[in-house]
């Protein structure tokens, strides 16, 4: 049992680190402008994309590098020339805007590198297990992730907490137009904000891809999951965004690992159901089965209950 | 509001037969339709159109009418295909006696229950939320269809059989004319339900919240109730639609209420353009269409729909619809013949531009996609080698003397287009 707990919340934290980095761009972006990026999770799958490719050539490190760089660079591309103009047709245009990116950007993927799972290794340095423990092994791959993710995290802390850049951002989050008014470049610090979310989603991606393979569906896979940590952290929160890819990382691996169901339950207390009924998928629900729903089941709930979030001070 | 009071009760005293013209002549177009496209493919086709026509007007309901952008609404539509199909079994079992043609109506009534259920919370705010509120849920009715196996069939879904149950006049729907009648029929009623709706005082206090919901607080309405209202009805139709969609292919899958299909449906409605009560069908018309013939051609088709929608979305936001309903003014003016040349001016360039640049597309995918040595590919049956430097060359001249072209034209068609709408004052006051 303490070997199953163990396991489940080292794979947590890298799940949750790895959704964290997504999150946070999304986040910043989200308070920034008001939009929900529905293209996020696409960049995150361009960014394994693009260093699968750099990697057949030049070596995974390399990837690793240029990929995020690439990325964080389309990005700003389509905030400038994409969202800005969209703008002016409103908040629901720049949402549907998004909504058409994400399908297009799939397609795009589709189309150049076909529709067919990659094989996108990790490095062969960080091919062998680190520790085993109760005769489990942990990869050093694993390990790697949880660094970067780490590393991504305390320098964004820093960046946005003790840098004059920074502090910018975070004028131009609560009051975009008292910065401007301020001379600061507004619309630049968007851009920036923009690409550099992007570019985390796109670093996001580079070591993902290995981990939990690059297919055309990836991006799907973890899209929604991404706006279920935005909302349920709160507007404009990185610690919410951070508390809440932990919290839906554990949630996800505790639900797969921990094998119970209403039957269970329902034995403690006694009862016992007949299996034929119309309702028996109910009495047979277990864990693992609900593990896909229970973001979402969180989302719903945290929007009626709770609608700033966890940690934001703003309604979405 | 003494000139809107007026020009509203002039619409009502119009007289009857100007009103009935277009829903005349849409009855009429339903009824001729299977005889013009009489091939199976044709029917096909039509019946899909159908039954998106009914789903795209739903959930134009949210977001034209209501201003709630939905990314959940295949819930209702799968929903009430499920309910649809089960009802279907049911009567093939004998547990009741229930003529096949009306089983869509349980798919309404479902949608509406659920409407009722999740429209309960969702509508309290427009918006971001709403939006993710119907993304929650959607995404929450998706992932469950996969777990209760017994009421959504798990991964290959529930089929049932449309031609048991008491028959109507002999006809037992065996054949897809016969469904195609009956869709037409369906068609023809929600959609003339619909417009009824929007022009109800609901669907009348549905704009004024989309547009400014405070004003429409001060003038006594609750928002809140005001969107329940249209996102029940809306639910109410997406289900009809389902009901449809089951009682057409006599199978429902978890595809129908997964997120593709909201996204489709958003797809549909949004390029045909949201602010028309007609746009929705133009869009559905269209991507039915796109479906079915681009897919015969082409492999990348979903690609090309996607460059539609993203441009759509970029320069056309009031959607196809609205490039139309532009030219009105012009029509009236009876200036649009002088819109015509300057229209083959720029067209033909364009036209030429957009080949070049589908053929590009087309023949990297063929280079990729086609066996180690195969490099002959067609093309709207020009045949041309794949890797041959003559052919690159067609393709990208196309591509850049049509582009350069079409630049050089826009000028002219702006000016024309100027002229065309210049209002009308000024030629009046110069013509007497």
Redesign the interface.
Known sequence: MFELIFFSLLNGIVTGLLLFMLASGLTLIFSMM?V?NFAHASFYMLGAYVAYTISMYLGFWVGLIVAPILVGLMGAVVERY?LR??HR?G???E???T???A??I???V??IW?KDTKAYHEPEILQFPLFTFFGQNFPAYKAFMLLVSIGIFIMLLLILTRSRVGLIIQAAIHKPNMTAMLGHNVPLVFMGVFGVGCALAGLAGVIAGPALGTFPGMA?VLG?IV??IV?VGGLGSLTGAFVASLLIGLLQTFAIALDYSVNDLLQLFNISFDADS?????WT?SLP??A??LP??L??LI??FR?TGLFGNR?? | MSEIAKTSSSAASRPLLKTLTPWIGFLILLLALPNIFSSNSGLYTMNLMGIFIIFALSYNMLLGQGGMLSFGHAVYFGLGGFMSVHFMNYIEDGAFVFPMYLIPIFGGLIGLVFGIIIGSFSTRRAGTVFAMISLGVGELMASSSLIFVAFFGGEEGVSGDRTTGPELAGINFGQDIHIYYLIAAWVFVTVTLMYLFSRTPAGRMANAVRDNAERAEFVGYSQRKVRFVSFCASGFFAGIAGGLFALNFEIVTEENLNALTSGTVLLMAYIGGVGFFIGPIVGAVLFTLLQSILSNYTDIWQLYVGILFVLTVMYVPQGLTGIIVMHSAAWRMKRLGSLILPYIRIGIPALAMLAGIAAFLETIHHVRTAFEGDTLMSLMGIEFDSHGVVSWIVILALVFVGGFLTRMQLRQLRDAWETANKPPAQTEGSGS
Do not use: C, N
């Open positions: 008001g929900l994409g103009y969209v047709w908040h629901v245009a949402l549907i805007f909504f058409g990116l399908f297009l799939e397609e795009v589709q189309f076909g799907v929604s706006f279920v909302v119309a309702f028996r998928d109910l629900l089965q609900i896909p729903i979402y089941l989302l719903v929007l009626i609608p309604e979405t």
